[in-house]
């Protein structure tokens, strides 16, 4: 069975303990959430999945990865060459800012590429041909005339649907959404979660969605863990969390979510929001129409 | 591929104070403050007096020999902080009061104001310092006064640029514009809320601004712009010296005693810099945000 | 370029939602953001142009040595009539504003006044001064670009670890380090001490300059194929070289080790290690090029400091460049070659970081298609 069994994961930084004992299993198939305010470790929980915790970070416990043809018994063992070689292509990652985390100034063609050719020693070529078929797959419009373009030319929506082409392009078993949505606009994200959804369908990806946003969750999630002080403390199904909260701060939380829902979600008669409920049609706009901050060329956080 | 895992690798710092770079900093420093203060007391010769040998090298008597008068080279050198750091650090004071003033008012008022300012401060920057500093000098006339006076000229932007874009910065935080709507007035938000916030940069600033100021200073006193002979200063001793170089004495000992009292105020000055960069220190926080 | 016209015809919906520069005038050349970009910086380095201009203008002005003692000597200068007809002819008689536009025009004619000491028009010494000074200063900036960014890298990525240390330490060193006592110094130990190196000035003295192309000799020897003064100009050229280049390695590793430490941050770069690239790649595709823009800005004050820094390097070793005419200049308080050295590398300055700043534009997706 694809995915991951996390057991016990601390981390410490300094005199900071940042995780105390994270137990958390993630499925393929499956979309994994991750809910928690700043500060709860739920970040920190995706970065060491990614072997990308930050420097002088002391990481204990047990990370079991599983795909369909290996088993690897604890991510947290491996030499940082190995894991380098895990890292984009079996377990992906997609950050909260898409306008940050392309670089300004290469192609859409290059970043989208290079590490697939890199992975799987692809020709350019092959591997130009794929970075289309991936711009297809995430509805980025003419794919081909995208890849020579630069990222200040899109919008937010469609360079976090980029960012999502370059996590998918090898093919991964994990994907590590970190708050994927929230710099976007709210009209996007439903667009963004859907297509979040169609992977995990299609391609049966562990998805690990991160968000402090209980709605978005409850939108998409199939499991939710609610992580606080470091530590996972209720966790199940989407349902369950939802609609029994076991702690206290769950059931502050969802308190605390709007009555309203997050955009794209129709609700059934219980008032929550229902799993496969379809996006209302307006609410998916078409892309690349979307203005947006991000994409004008003096306020990018990167800029010169 | 030294860390594959992480581009940054570090250990654990050491609080400032104990840095090597700092302590050696601290060092140099205090030595030369400690001379400027007492060496009037010291039993040296006269720095000015022409009473021995021209052109001895060092000797027991004369540890950094003698100079083509006759003067002693050791008493001029320790006496040459007299003329180098009350001057540089008058500079610093100077530069630092009229580019934070200018700074202030530019990042504060906006608009044409700081358009205004701003541009002058391009215009100044425009120039090579030590050849704006010479052109200065050198219509103002040479002396000491007028080389800190060229000096100031041309060295506060780099103060204003540095307060205006952070009083930028700090004009549009929660806690001023609160203030504002409290009623405070734009001086005592200034004072109260802004100032405070600025003054560990604008110390670093000034560190490392000290040691390019003597380097300007005794390389107006080089080139014969600065300090007027006979006065024992440390640029014009090296500008002495370099015309005969059988005698390295002369030009060897005031460099080194410029070379010591730059790098110290380099050193702390860097050390500081780099323990209040907000850079080197949020790693840990602006991953977890 | 061949993006930016592609650019052009991007498709309708994403054209519309980036901000509407002149997205309406596509077609003529000059609503091209990179011709528009270089356009303003042109413009803005011309209005600096003309401040430098006025700053040497006022400063002339200023000298309490009357410029009419200057220019005639203590001799004519009690003569009242001689005054008053100097005095008319050089225009002291007409306002601040028309004597300012008297003195532009003479500067676009390429009249800087006379030398008071070489008794020459200032230009005249300038045209000869400069190719010395350019071929050292050009030297000096191609070594330490390399050197400097090469090792700012380094202590970037390698932070707080002890090559960091080293490296810091050394190019703090290097930027404390007196220029015109590092240049006896140098001069004294390579030449003095060692004899490894030649001694003073740009040739041996029984070495004839090769014919004269650019000025500069390296060049010029090689164009004529006289490799023996070629090798003669190069041993010259090392010790000045030396001396210039601690300084500005030290300003550049300083400056790009922060640039570095800044792109080291950024999401991007988190970005690319999450797609399980080789460091390598991470670091020369993502950080290096990340980092281009300020590392430009910094190769432009390396430039300022640099020529600073022959100002009091080039005396100690003869070389006959502009910074030896200054130097020369000032201790003679010889104004009109102050201000005309003064004028020149102001505008050397300026035009070199217009260059960077057109560099950056074609550089830079974002300036280049706008």
């Given at each position: 069975?694809?995915?991951?069994?996390?057991?016990?994961?601390?981390?410490?930084?300094?005199?900071?303990?940042?995780?105390?004992?994270?137990?958390?299993?993630?499925?393929?198939?499956?979309?994994?959430?991750?809910?928690?305010?700043?500060?709860?470790?739920?970040?920190?929980?995706?970065?060491?999945?990614?072997?990308?915790?930050?420097?002088?970070?002391?990481?204990?416990?047990?990370?079991?990865?599983?795909?369909?043809?290996?088993?690897?018994?604890?991510?947290?063992?491996?030499?940082?060459?190995?894991?380098?070689?895990?890292?984009?292509?079996?377990?992906?990652?997609?950050?909260?800012?898409?306008?940050?985390?392309?670089?300004?100034?290469?192609?859409?063609?290059?970043?989208?590429?290079?590490?697939?050719?890199?992975?799987?020693?692809?020709?350019?070529?092959?591997?130009?041909?794929?970075?289309?078929?991936?711009?297809?797959?995430?509805?980025?419009?003419?794919?081909?005339?995208?890849?020579?373009?630069?990222?200040?030319?899109?919008?937010?929506?469609?360079?976090?649907?980029?960012?999502?082409?370059?996590?998918?392009?090898?093919?991964?078993?994990?994907?590590?959404?970190?708050?994927?949505?929230?710099?976007?606009?709210?009209?996007?994200?439903?667009?963004?979660?859907?297509?979040?959804r169609e992977l995990r369908d299609d391609l049966g990806l562990a998805i690990i969605l991160i968000s402090h946003d209980l709605g978005v969750m409850s939108a998409i999630a199939d499991t939710i863990a609610v992580m606080r002080y470091g530590t996972v403390i209720e966790q199940g199904s989407r349902q369950q969390v939802i609609q029994q909260p076991q702690t206290e701060y769950a059931r502050e939380l969802i308190a605390a979510l709007p009555q309203v829902p997050p955009p794209g979600i129709t609700t059934d008669a219980g008032g929550q929001p229902h799993p496969d409920a379809q996006p209302h049609p307006d609410a998916q706009p078409h892309p690349g129409v979307q203005p947006h901050p991000g994409n004008h060329p003096h306020s990018t956080r990167t800029g010169a | 591929m030294t860390a594959p895992a992480t581009l940054i690798r570090r250990p654990r710092i050491a609080p400032v104070w104990r840095r090597p770079l700092a302590i050696v900093g601290i060092l140099f420093v205090s030595f030369w403050f400690i001379t400027m203060i007492i060496v009037p007391f010291l039993p040296l010769a006269d720095p000015l007096a022409q009473d021995f040998t021209p052109l001895s090298p060092p000797s027991g008597t004369h540890p950094f020999g003698t100079d083509i008068l006759g003067r002693d080279v050791l008493s001029?050198?320790?006496?040459?902080?007299?003329?180098?750091?009350?001057?540089?650090?008058?500079?610093?004071?100077?530069?630092?009061?009229?580019?934070?003033?200018?700074?202030?008012?530019?990042?504060?008022?906006?608009?044409?104001?700081?358009?205004?300012?701003?541009?002058?401060?391009?215009?100044?920057?425009?120039?090579?310092?030590?050849?704006?500093?010479?052109?200065?000098?050198?219509?103002?006339?040479?002396?000491?006064?007028?080389?800190?006076?060229?000096?100031?000229?041309?060295?506060?932007?780099?103060?204003?640029r540095v307060i205006r874009s952070l009083v930028l910065s700090a004009r549009n935080q929660e806690y001023v514009v609160a203030g504002r709507l409290l009623g405070a007035g734009p001086l005592s938000s200034l004072r109260r809320d802004i100032l405070p916030n600025v003054a560990s940069p604008m110390l670093v600033l000034a560190m490392l601004d000290l040691g390019s100021q003597i380097l300007l200073l005794s390389g107006l006193s080089f080139l014969g712009l600065g300090a007027v002979p006979p006065a024992a200063e440390w640029g014009s001793m090296v500008g002495d010296g370099v015309q005969q170089f059988s005698n390295w004495w002369l030009a060897a000992f005031p460099g080194l005693a410029i070379l010591t009292v730059v790098v110290g105020f380099n050193f702390i000055g860097d050390t500081l810099r780099d323990s209040l960069d907000p850079r080197s220190a949020n790693a840990v926080t602006q991953v977890n945000a | 370029m061949s993006h930016s016209s592609s650019s052009q015809h991007a498709e309708p919906a994403v054209a519309d939602a980036l901000p509407g520069s002149a997205r309406s005038t596509r077609t003529s050349w000059f609503a091209r953001p990179v011709v528009r970009y270089i356009g303003i910086r042109g413009l803005v380095s011309a209005v600096?142009?003309?401040?430098?201009?006025?700053?040497?203008?006022?400063?002339?002005?200023?000298?309490?040595?009357?410029?009419?003692?200057?220019?005639?000597?203590?001799?004519?200068?009690?003569?009242?009539?001689?005054?008053?007809?100097?005095?008319?002819?050089?225009?002291?008689?007409?306002?601040?504003?028309?004597?300012?536009?008297?003195?532009?025009?003479?500067?676009?004619?390429?009249?800087?006044?006379?030398?008071?000491?070489?008794?020459?028009?200032?230009?005249?010494?300038?045209?000869?001064?400069?190719?010395?000074?350019?071929?050292?200063?050009?030297?000096?900036?191609?070594?330490?670009?390399?050197?400097?960014?090469?090792?700012?890298?380094?202590?970037?990525?390698?932070?707080?670890?002890?090559?960091?240390?080293?490296?810091?330490?050394?190019?703090?060193?290097?930027?404390?380090?007196?220029?015109?006592?590092?240049?006896?110094?140098?001069?004294?130990?390579?030449?003095?001490?060692?004899?490894?190196?030649?001694?003073?000035?740009?040739?041996?003295?029984?070495?004839?300059?090769?014919?004269?192309?650019?000025?500069?000799?390296?060049?010029?020897?090689?164009?004529?194929?006289?490799?023996?003064?070629?090798?003669?100009?190069?041993?010259?050229?090392?010790?000045?070289?030396?001396?210039?280049?601690?300084?500005?390695?030290?300003?550049?590793?300083?400056?790009?080790?922060?640039?570095?430490?800044?792109?080291?941050?950024?999401?991007?770069?988190?970005?690319?290690?999450?797609?399980?690239?080789?460091?390598?790649?991470?670091?020369?595709?993502?950080?290096?090029?990340?980092?281009?823009?300020?590392?430009?800005?910094?190769?432009?004050?390396?430039?300022?400091?640099?020529?600073?820094?022959?100002?009091?390097?080039e005396q100690v070793f003869a070389w006959g460049g502009l910074g030896q005419y200054a130097y020369r200049a000032s201790t003679a308080l010889d104004l009109p070659s102050v201000m005309g050295v003064g004028l020149l590398v102001g505008a050397i300055y300026i035009i070199t970081n217009f260059i960077i700043d057109v560099v950056y534009g074609f550089v830079d997706p974002r300036v280049r298609i706008g």
């Amino acid at each position: 069975m694809t995915g991951l069994v996390i057991s016990d994961l601390r981390l410490r930084i300094g005199q900071a303990d940042i995780l105390n004992g994270v137990s958390l299993g993630i499925l393929g198939g499956e979309i994994t959430g991750l809910a928690g305010e700043s500060g709860s470790g739920k970040t920190m929980t995706g970065l060491v999945l990614c072997g990308l915790q930050p420097a002088g970070a002391v990481v204990t416990g047990r990370v079991e990865f599983t795909d369909s043809d290996r088993s690897i018994p604890n991510l947290l063992a491996l030499q940082p060459r190995e894991f380098n070689r895990l890292r984009g292509r079996r377990i992906a990652m997609v950050a909260q800012d898409p306008v940050a985390s392309l670089h300004p100034m290469l192609t859409i063609g290059t970043q989208l590429t290079d590490h697939v050719r890199h992975h799987l020693r692809l020709s350019k070529q092959q591997a130009t041909a794929r970075a289309v078929e991936l711009l297809e797959r995430v509805q980025v419009p003419t794919p081909e005339t995208a890849l020579r373009r630069y990222p200040h030319q899109f919008s937010g929506g469609q360079l976090q649907r980029i960012a999502i082409a370059i996590a998918i392009a090898c093919e991964p078993a994990v994907l590590i959404a970190d708050e994927p949505t929230t710099a976007l606009d709210v009209t996007v994200q439903a667009g963004i979660l859907r297509l979040l959804r169609e992977l995990r369908d299609d391609l049966g990806l562990a998805i690990i969605l991160i968000s402090h946003d209980l709605g978005v969750m409850s939108a998409i999630a199939d499991t939710i863990a609610v992580m606080r002080y470091g530590t996972v403390i209720e966790q199940g199904s989407r349902q369950q969390v939802i609609q029994q909260p076991q702690t206290e701060y769950a059931r502050e939380l969802i308190a605390a979510l709007p009555q309203v829902p997050p955009p794209g979600i129709t609700t059934d008669a219980g008032g929550q929001p229902h799993p496969d409920a379809q996006p209302h049609p307006d609410a998916q706009p078409h892309p690349g129409v979307q203005p947006h901050p991000g994409n004008h060329p003096h306020s990018t956080r990167t800029g010169a | 591929m030294t860390a594959p895992a992480t581009l940054i690798r570090r250990p654990r710092i050491a609080p400032v104070w104990r840095r090597p770079l700092a302590i050696v900093g601290i060092l140099f420093v205090s030595f030369w403050f400690i001379t400027m203060i007492i060496v009037p007391f010291l039993p040296l010769a006269d720095p000015l007096a022409q009473d021995f040998t021209p052109l001895s090298p060092p000797s027991g008597t004369h540890p950094f020999g003698t100079d083509i008068l006759g003067r002693d080279v050791l008493s001029r050198t320790l006496f040459g902080s007299r003329a180098t750091l009350p001057f540089a650090i008058l500079l610093v004071i100077i530069s630092l009061i009229l580019g934070s003033l200018v700074g202030a008012i530019a990042g504060y008022f906006g608009g044409v104001i700081d358009e205004i300012i701003m541009r002058i401060a391009d215009l100044v920057f425009a120039f090579p310092t030590i050849v704006l500093a010479m052109v200065v000098a050198a219509a103002l006339g040479p002396g000491i006064t007028n080389a800190v006076i060229a000096l100031a000229l041309i060295s506060w932007p780099n103060y204003a640029r540095v307060i205006r874009s952070l009083v930028l910065s700090a004009r549009n935080q929660e806690y001023v514009v609160a203030g504002r709507l409290l009623g405070a007035g734009p001086l005592s938000s200034l004072r109260r809320d802004i100032l405070p916030n600025v003054a560990s940069p604008m110390l670093v600033l000034a560190m490392l601004d000290l040691g390019s100021q003597i380097l300007l200073l005794s390389g107006l006193s080089f080139l014969g712009l600065g300090a007027v002979p006979p006065a024992a200063e440390w640029g014009s001793m090296v500008g002495d010296g370099v015309q005969q170089f059988s005698n390295w004495w002369l030009a060897a000992f005031p460099g080194l005693a410029i070379l010591t009292v730059v790098v110290g105020f380099n050193f702390i000055g860097d050390t500081l810099r780099d323990s209040l960069d907000p850079r080197s220190a949020n790693a840990v926080t602006q991953v977890n945000a | 370029m061949s993006h930016s016209s592609s650019s052009q015809h991007a498709e309708p919906a994403v054209a519309d939602a980036l901000p509407g520069s002149a997205r309406s005038t596509r077609t003529s050349w000059f609503a091209r953001p990179v011709v528009r970009y270089i356009g303003i910086r042109g413009l803005v380095s011309a209005v600096l142009l003309l401040g430098v201009t006025i700053v040497t203008f006022i400063l002339t002005n200023l000298v309490p040595v009357s410029p009419i003692t200057a220019a005639l000597g203590e001799q004519a200068a009690s003569d009242p009539a001689t005054v008053a007809k100097f005095v008319h002819d050089a225009g002291l008689d007409k306002p601040a504003i028309v004597q300012y536009f008297v003195y532009l025009g003479k500067l676009l004619h390429g009249d800087l006044g006379t030398s008071i000491q070489t008794r020459n028009p200032v230009t005249q010494d300038l045209g000869q001064a400069f190719p010395a000074t350019a071929e050292l200063a050009l030297c000096v900036i191609l070594i330490s670009i390399i050197l400097g960014l090469g090792l700012g890298l380094i202590a970037a990525v390698r932070k707080d670890r002890f090559s960091d240390q080293l490296i810091r330490m050394v190019s703090l060193i290097g930027i404390s380090v007196p220029t015109f006592w590092l240049a006896a110094a140098i001069y004294f130990l390579f030449f003095f001490v060692l004899r490894w190196a030649p001694g003073s000035g740009r040739l041996s003295p029984a070495a004839t300059p090769p014919p004269r192309v650019t000025g500069m000799y390296t060049v010029d020897s090689l164009l004529s194929g006289q490799f023996t003064t070629f090798l003669d100009a190069v041993t010259h050229l090392a010790l000045p070289t030396l001396t210039l280049t601690l300084f500005t390695v030290g300003m550049l590793v300083r400056f790009s080790r922060t640039a570095i430490l800044d792109v080291l941050n950024q999401d991007y770069v988190r970005a690319a290690r999450a797609k399980g690239l080789a460091t390598n790649r991470v670091l020369f595709g993502y950080v290096v090029r990340g980092s281009i823009a300020p590392i430009l800005t910094i190769v432009g004050l390396a430039f300022g400091s640099l020529l600073s820094g022959t100002v009091l390097t080039e005396q100690v070793f003869a070389w006959g460049g502009l910074g030896q005419y200054a130097y020369r200049a000032s201790t003679a308080l010889d104004l009109p070659s102050v201000m005309g050295v003064g004028l020149l590398v102001g505008a050397i300055y300026i035009i070199t970081n217009f260059i960077i700043d057109v560099v950056y534009g074609f550089v830079d997706p974002r300036v280049r298609i706008g």
